[in-house]
């Protein structure tokens, strides 16, 4: 439409088409694929090798029951007689499939005296952690390398944001618990230590030594504490070993 006086489009008009071109805009830059429920789904062309993503099968809605949305266990104390000396219950979809498309999780997290949930990290999902008994001191680390950190009483919430490190370490002479609940019906837990030092197969001494600047027996003496049955043998893996396989 021409504006026969001035040879201009119409300022109506032209607001019209501003406005449609940063609504087209803004649709785009908020445009995302569905955030993965697992840590990675391979492509295949067979349809009848593939499996289910972002979530379960759907029971049958005619057979489906109230005690589908139940989970009655949340009061059965985890076992906190281990190494850190806590235990996290998550009863997410692979434990309570009525959360199955839900997006949301729980977790009991038991500590004994001065227990630890060791430093770990949700890959998707936000954590809401709430102090029922005791006192902790619990913090979470940024991708820039700063530590948030404090101490948690009794009724105190914090919020550990997702794929961030985290923990809590209870400050008390007597047991403590927590409850914790996540934005994703899988958030899934990596263990920091673990992921390094407990991998299968095992990761290169080559890099762990110049990764942490330390020689072979530092290396081997931790991979001890979080992996026994993995230190007593040689894999026989090596840079040259891997590098003869790969041409």
Same mark, same amino acid.
């Given at each position: 439409?021409?504006?026969?006086?001035?040879?201009?489009?119409?300022?109506?008009?032209?607001?019209?088409?501003?406005?449609?071109v940063f609504a087209m805009m803004f649709y785009v830059a908020n445009a995302s694929d569905p955030?993965?429920?697992?840590?990675?789904? /391979?492509?295949?062309?067979?349809?009848?090798?593939?499996?289910?993503v972002n979530g379960r099968l759907c029971k049958n809605p005619n057979d489906v029951t109230i005690?589908?949305?139940? %989970?009655?266990?949340?009061?059965?104390?985890?076992?906190?007689?281990?190494?850190?000396?806590?235990?996290?219950?998550?009863?997410? @979809?692979?434990?309570?499939?009525?959360?199955?498309?839900?997006?949301?999780?729980?977790?009991?997290?038991?500590?004994?005296? %001065?227990?630890?949930?060791?430093?770990?990290?949700?890959?998707?999902?936000?954590? @809401?952690?709430?102090?029922?008994?005791?006192?902790?001191?619990?913090?979470?680390?940024?991708?820039? %390398?700063?530590? %948030?950190?404090? @101490?948690?009483?009794?009724?105190?919430?914090?919020?550990?944001?997702q794929g961030l490190i985290h923990f809590q370490l209870n400050l008390g002479r007597t047991e403590?618990?927590?409850?914790?609940?996540?934005?994703?019906?899988?958030?899934?837990?990596?263990? /920091?230590?673990?992921?390094?030092?407990?991998?299968?197969?095992? @990761?290169?001494?080559?890099?762990?030594?110049?990764?942490?600047?330390?020689?072979?027996?530092?290396?081997?003496?931790?991979?001890?504490?979080?992996?026994?049955?993995?230190?007593?043998?040689?894999?026989?893996?090596?840079?040259?070993?891997?590098?003869?396989?790969?041409?």
């Amino acid at each position: 439409m021409v504006n026969t006086k001035g040879g201009n489009i119409p300022k109506l008009a032209m607001t019209t088409f501003c406005m449609a071109v940063f609504a087209m805009m803004f649709y785009v830059a908020n445009a995302s694929d569905p955030t993965p429920l697992q840590d990675f789904c /391979v492509g295949v062309n067979d349809p009848n090798s593939a499996v289910v993503v972002n979530g379960r099968l759907c029971k049958n809605p005619n057979d489906v029951t109230i005690n589908d949305f139940l %989970y009655k266990r949340f009061n059965v104390p985890g076992d906190t007689n281990n190494a850190q000396g806590a235990n996290a219950t998550l009863v997410d @979809i692979n434990l309570f499939l009525g959360v199955n498309t839900q997006g949301v999780a729980m977790a009991r997290v038991d500590f004994a005296p %001065y227990g630890l949930n060791t430093p770990h990290l949700h890959p998707r999902g936000s954590e @809401i952690f709430a102090v029922v008994e005791g006192t902790m001191y619990a913090g979470f680390v940024t991708s820039g %390398y700063k530590l %948030y950190d404090t @101490i948690l009483k009794k009724g105190d919430v914090i919020v550990f944001p997702q794929g961030l490190i985290h923990f809590q370490l209870n400050l008390g002479r007597t047991e403590a618990l927590a409850y914790a609940s996540f934005g994703s019906q899988n958030p899934g837990r990596v263990n /920091v230590a673990d992921s390094v030092f407990a991998t299968t197969p095992r @990761i290169l001494n080559d890099v762990l030594t110049k990764g942490f600047q330390v020689d072979e027996v530092v290396i081997e003496q931790l991979r001890s504490q979080f992996s026994p049955e993995n230190i007593s043998f040689n894999t026989g893996r090596s840079i040259l070993k891997l590098l003869s396989q790969t041409f």
